[in-house]
Each structure stands twice: as C-alpha cells, then as structure tokens.
Nanobody, 129 residues
Framework: QVQLVESGGGLVQAGGSLRLSCAAS????????MAWFRQAPGKEREFVAT??????????YYADSVKGRFTVSRDNAKNTVDLQMNSLNPEDTAVYYC????????????????????WGQGTQVTVSS
C-alpha cells in the first residue's frame, strides 16, 4: 500500500514563497505520475502541477494559473516530489494535496483526479494580503 504524506504548508505573505514536499512510502515507482492538486474553501479541487517520469526521463505540466510561479520536481533518492511556490498571492490559499499513480499518464488526462490511485491528506497553505 502506498502512503503519501505532504509537508511544508503554512502562512506566508503575498509575494512570498513556500516549498511543499510529498513523501511516498510503501513502494518505489520506476515510472509514475505524481501531481499536486488544491482545494480552496467553497471550491472544487483543481489541478496544479504534475511530473511524469520513466527511468531518468521526466516531464512536467502546470495549470495556467501557476505557470511561471510554481515548479514541481522529484528527488529520486528520497522518493519525494516537491512543489516550489513563488510569488504567492491570496488566490493560492488552499489545501494542497499530493496524488500519485504507478501509470505514466498521458498529458491529456493528468488534470483528472480519478486518474490517480493514491492521495495524501493535504497541507494548508494560507497567503495573506
């Protein structure tokens, strides 16, 4: 059974930065798709970013709302996926969730929640104005 644990959330002022980390345990994926989603109060959960890899090759994909500000990366040695968030604004306030699947998802479906088999519990990010 795969477990995902997010960390790194907190309170930050607008314009600031935070780095989230998602640690996977229970299985090491040689190929996989892992993603970050977020859910703001009163809103549906939405896609943020994804990283797909097979062996040493990886590709990333971002929601338009975070492109240029957020960066997703993977640490193979630690079996973690990080989300570096810069230039944060109050609209980024949400609970951020890590998701994973052992399948190498097509870019056409990486934004779809049901494509992911494993989910973390989420970490709160609050951006004050």
């Amino acid at each position: 059974q795969v477990q995902l644990v997010e960390s790194g959330g907190g309170l930050v002022q607008a314009g600031g930065s935070l780095r989230l980390s998602c640690a996977a345990s229970g299985r090491t994926f040689t190929s996989s798709t892992m993603a970050w989603f977020r859910q703001a109060p009163g809103k549906e959960r939405e896609f943020v970013a994804t990283i797909r890899w097979s062996g040493r090759t990886s590709t990333t994909y971002y929601a338009d709302s975070v492109k240029g500000r957020f960066t997703v990366s993977r640490d193979n040695a630690k079996n973690t996926v990080d989300l570096q968030m810069n230039s944060l604004n109050p609209e980024d306030t949400a609970v951020y969730y890590c998701a994973a699947t052992s399948r190498l998802l097509s870019i056409a479906v990486v934004t779809i929640m049901r494509q992911y088999d494993y989910w973390g519990q989420g970490t709160q990010v609050t951006v004050s104005s």
